[in-house]
């Protein structure tokens, strides 16, 4: 009887061991999922952007950046940069934007962002909205 209650000891401890080393191995990876990664915010490149109806602004000759759609409603917040200018446009009801590339993107509730770079050109790679100043 002593012997049985040695081994059922041995094999609650063995239990608790094998526990803590799957919770330890655990760790981490809920660590490093608790750190999303941040997507890139789409963005449209375009040759004119018209901003004088502001808040809604039309760029003209575009090419899309990171997975900005070519075609139909752009949902949530998304950029449109010119060589001279740049607006972020924020999400509203149905959609933040339309794009019809590359004749056209229509952005709605947009307001203009310092970007880096001088006023005539583009930054060296397309920028997302973290590092884009409103």
Known sequence: ???RRVWTTAGRLTAAVAGVLALAGAVPATASAAQPQQEPVPLYRCVLLETHDLPHAVGH??????S????GP???PFVIESP??????EASRPSSGFAQL?????GRQCHGIERPGYPGEFPQSP???GSLQG
């Open 84 to 89: 001279r200018e740049a607006v972020v446009c």
């Open 1 to 3: 009887m002593k012997a």
């Open 127 to 129: 920028q997302s909205p």
């Open 68 to 71: 900005a759609p070519h075609e």
């Open 61 to 66: 000759h575009c090419e899309a950046f990171n």
């Open 102 to 106: 590359p004749d056209r993107v229509d």
């Open 74 to 76: 752009i949902y949530g």
